[in-house]
Structure formats: structure tokens, C-alpha cells
């Protein structure tokens, strides 16, 4: 899921209950002054999740909201024939649990130890109704939801297996850049290879057999299972552009 580009925040004084945050300057309440944020916080509680374990399925009621402040999720959907659909991975940063209808239309699951703040839907509309700086946010996290929406239908539509392996593991390096604002030549996979095929409308099978021949042409190092180096950046951009053989 896309976010917007983290704005360097005022450091909040080590007794607020936000003290040491990592995700607040990606995060929907980043527009929120000292005072508002600690009065945002008390709203609400916080959520621990162990990997594998589900926030919410699809179908449930939408009764809560929440922002991911540690780990990563994935979220997903079965289809009538038992085939599953990964629609994507939140990161801290992210925030996920509105909805046009009264249910939940996908799967949420942890994909590691993932900390959240969680808020009562109805508290959080009130909040927020009385705040045109977090409505204006609400939109433009809409506006990069859609755009991703719309990236990834290129991706699935046109693109081949190399070109949206490429492109799926410069949007992990772009988003853990915006969350560190340091450039990224690691970045971590806490997706399984099967997660990553779902997503990408792959086999897991055929996921393998890139990795290995990204591996080859010296464009990526598998650092272990689920960490990967980026040797040449511009090369995997190349690939993820279709701008080259691949």
C-alpha cells in the first residue's frame, strides 16, 4: 500500500505517549499539533500481533480503525474457488480499517510481531470531523491508495514475471526510504515467497526461478531467506521499466 513522502515533524518531549514513534511522520495523525496528538492517542489503545495471527477477516464488521506503528500485515481475499488473492502489505505508517460498506472486504493478517493503535470507528469519524487538517490527509491517503490500485492492475496486466519482481522490490526499498529518509540498499521480506506470489499473480515457483536469475546477473544478493541486497539499483529499474531484455 503507498504513502506519501514523511515530512521531518518537531521531536515530541520523552513524556508524551507518542515519544518515540517511528511511523508518525508517514501517519495519519502526522498533521496533528502536540496537544491534539496526545488527545488523539487517549482515544484510543494499542494492539500487539504475533505472526499469522489475523486483525480482521473479510466479512467482519467495521467497527474499528487502526495504525500500523511497528511489523508489517498482508491483506487478501478468497475467491469462490478457494484461490487467494494477496491485494497487498501495510507497513508502519499505513492505516487500514475504512470502509464505504458496514463489513470488512478483505483478510488482514500479521506477518511478523506488529504493534498498532487502535481506535472505535465511531470516535475516530467524530475526531476527525472536527479536523480539516486530518480529513485533508484522509484524502491524499485515498488519492495513493487509488494510485497503487492503478499501478498494480499495469503491473498484473502488462508486465512480465522479472518486471514485477523488479518493480515489487524497488517499492519495498521507496517505502522503507520514506519511513528512514536515508537511502535503502537492504530491505527486509517478512512476506513468504507464496505471499509474494499471490501478489504479484505469480507461481510461487516462477518467484523462485527470478530470484535466482536476478541473483545471476549480479542484481540483488540474498542476504538470508527473507533480507535481500540491492547491488544495481539502476539495473533492477531497467528491468522493472521493461527497458531491457529480461
Known amino acids: 500500500m503507498a ?10 518531549p520523552a513524556t508524551h505517549p507518542c515519544h518515540g514513534c517511528a511511523a508518525r511522520e508517514l501517519a495519519l495523525c502526522g498533521v496533528l499539533q502536540e496537544g491534539e496528538l496526545a488527545t488523539f492517542k487517549s482515544l484510543g489503545g494499542h494492539q500487539q500481533m504475533s505472526p499469522g495471527q489475523p486483525l480482521f477477516h473479510e466479512g467482519d464488521p467495521t467497527t474499528q480503525v487502526f495504525n500500523i506503528t511497528r511489523g508489517s500485515l498482508k491483506i487478501y481475499k478468497l475467491l469462490p474457488d478457494g484461490r487467494r488473492q494477496v491485494m497487498g502489505f501495510m507497513f508502519p505508517g499505513d492505516f487500514l480499517g475504512i470502509s464505504i460498506s458496514d463489513e470488512h472486504a478483505f483478510t488482514a493478517e500479521a506477518l511478523e510481531p506488529t504493534h498498532m493503535c487502535r481506535f472505535a470507528r465511531n470516535r475516530f469519524d467524530d475526531f476527525v470531523e472536527e479536523r480539516p487538517d486530518m480529513e485533508r490527509r484522509l484524502y491524499s491517503l485515498a488519492a495513493h491508495e ?3 490500485a492503478q499501478a498494480q492492475m499495469v503491473l498484473l496486466g502488462r508486465k512480465s514475471a522479472a518486471e514485477r519482481l523488479a518493480s515489487f522490490f524497488l517499492d519495498l526499498a521507496q517505502r522503507a526510504e520514506r519511513l528512514g529518509r536515508a537511502p535503502v540498499t537492504a530491505i527486509d521480506l517478512p512476506m513468504s515467497r507464496l505471499d509474494i506470489a499471490d501478489y504479484l499473480g505469480l507461481t510461487k515457483e516462477t518467484v523462485s526461478r527470478v530470484l535466482a536469475q536476478l541473483k545471476q546477473k549480479r542484481l540483488i544478493r ?15 529499474d531497467a528491468i522493472a521499466q521493461g527497458l531491457t531484455d529480461n
Open 3 to 12: 504513502t506519501s513522502a514523511a515530512a521531518v515533524l518537531p521531536a515530541l
Open 222 to 236: 540474498l542476504v538470508t531467506l527473507n533480507r535481500i541486497e540491492i547491488l544495481d539499483r539502476e539495473g533492477l
Open 146 to 148: 487509488l494510485a497503487a
